[in-house]
Each structure stands twice: as structure tokens, then as C-alpha cells.
């Protein structure tokens, strides 16, 4: 069964100015989108026989919450219609977070890799200097997608694994908890690869995850549902942004 929260176009129709600037960045590069996601209705019915309700976290205190943003940078963000989808949706978000008293964490890919020799064999020499060199160069802020508006306040992270959560990959968890987060929103792209590193890693790291269903993006529709249902099923909430936000303002 279809996902009752589905919606193309929603994140467009009720786009602020901040929003318009960020998508109007995009308009020489690929039409924005965001993926037909689904959480098939026997999963919800899964969980609420295991737990008795839907979602396992239903009060969240924006305070102790962190909006984690991955690899939203112009290597990903340029070439794809559901990187620039999802830019109003992360922006509302880190909006809601700064203004309730959370915390907004932006996190790139890094260029030290700690198993050289290991990239190069799996990918190939070229392919593999390419993701080596995916996150830019100069200050964090700087990489980011500029239509996302980083803030000074805001924290800032590179990372050296697919997981910004992994031991050694970053020093986010550790920047987490020492703020006093116990709560993670995660965002960003690919939604298969990174974000779904990230969210496993966090879930076994202590960590409360919210994985936002049309603030991640992946190559295919397909792609992108089965981090969901992997998610859901195991890891962490899987909600839609407009429920996010209902939760940190509650």
C-alpha cells in the first residue's frame, strides 16, 4: 500500500524566499524532484504489533536534536534532480532546529582516505581520485551547496568513511554528545550509501535516528525505498519532513 504521506510537489508549493533561493542556484542543471517514497503499510503494521504504535520516537526535545546534513556539496548536489529536490525540505528543517534550540551538523567527504590502496583496487585508479576529490577544497562552510546557507553556528565536519558515525570517520559523534544530543535527523545524499551508513552507525552508536524520507536522495526510486525499509524495520523513525518539523515544535 502507498504511503499516505507522498507527495511530489509538496516541498515546492510552500516554498519560502531562503527556499527559491536555493533551488533557483539549480536552474541551469537538472529539473528538482523528489522520490515516489514508500513504506509498504505491513511494515507499519509490523511495528505497531512489536511496539503498539507507528513511530518508536514520539516526543523529541529539539534541544537534545541534531540535524545531520551529508555530502550536500556541488559534486552531488549539480548533477542530480533529487539532490536539488530535497533543498527546501533541509532548509525548512534547519530552520526549525536553530530556532528550537537545536543543533545543525554539516558533514562532507573528506579527502584523506585511510585505506588507499584498498579504494584504488575497488574502483580504479581514476574513478577512485574522483570520490577522493568530491568534497572540495576550503573551509567546510565554503563546500557546502551555498543555497543551503550554512550558518556560523552551525557545526562543521569532514569525514572519512561513508559513515560520518563510523569510529575514526569523523569527529561528529563525539561533537554530538558533548552538546548533549541524544537525537540525530538525518539528510543529505546518497540516501543508499552515505545516510544509510551514517544512520546504522549512529543507531549502534546510542543514538535516536530520524531518517527523513524526502530529505535524502538517491540515484533511483528504488534505490531510495529499500534504505527506508531497512531503516524503518531496524535502525531508526522514517517520517517525512512536514512530520519533523511538526515534532520539534510540539
Not at 109 to 115: E, R
Not at 127 to 149: D, H, K, M, N, Q
Request: proline share 5%.
Amino acid at each position: 500500500m502507498a504511503n499516505d504521506h507522498r507527495c511530489i510537489t509538496r516541498g515546492f508549493d510552500r516554498m519560502g524566499s531562503d527556499q527559491g533561493s536555493a533551488i533557483a542556484t539549480t536552474a541551469t542543471g537538472p529539473r528538482p524532484k523528489l522520490h515516489n517514497w514508500l513504506i509498504e503499510q505491513r511494515e507499519y503494521d509490523r511495528q505497531e504489533q512489536r511496539r503498539g504504535r507507528r513511530h518508536a520516537y514520539e516526543v523529541v526535545d529539539p534541544r537534545r536534536t541534531a540535524l545531520v546534513v551529508i555530502d550536500m556539496v556541488p559534486f552531488f548536489v549539480g548533477g542530480s534532480g533529487y539532490c536539488r529536490g530535497i533543498l527546501p525540505n533541509i532548509i525548512r528543517l534547519a530552520d526549525a532546529l536553530r530556532t528550537a534550540g537545536g543543533a545543525v551538523a554539516w558533514v562532507v567527504p573528506g579527502s584523506d582516505q585511510p585505506h588507499p590502496d584498498l579504494t584504488r583496487e575497488f574502483f580504479g585508479e581514476e574513478v577512485a581520485e574522483v570520490f577522493r576529490t568530491s568534497g572540495g577544497a576550503g573551509s567546510i562552510s565554503e563546500r557546502v551547496w551555498a543555497g543551503l546557507s550554512p550558518q556560523t553556528q552551525d557545526l562543521y565536519f569532514e569525514k572519512s568513511a561513508y559513515s560520518a558515525f563510523f569510529p575514526g570517520s569523523s569527529n561528529l559523534p563525539a561533537a554530538l554528545r558533548a552538546n548533549g544530543i541524544d537525537t540525530v535527523v538525518i539528510t543529505g545524499t546518497l540516501t543508499n550509501i552515505c545516510c544509510e551508513s551514517s544512520a546504522r552507525d549512529a543507531y549502534a552508536s546510542g543514538f535516536r535516528v530520524i531518517f527523513v524520507a524526502d530529505g535524502t536522495a538517491a540515484r533511483r526510486d528504488q534505490d531510495h525505498n529499500a534504505t527506508l525499509h531497512s531503516i524503518y524495520r531496524s535502525f531508526g523513525d522514517v517520517r517525512p519532513t512536514d512530520e519533523v518539523v511538526s515534532l520539534l515544535s510540539a
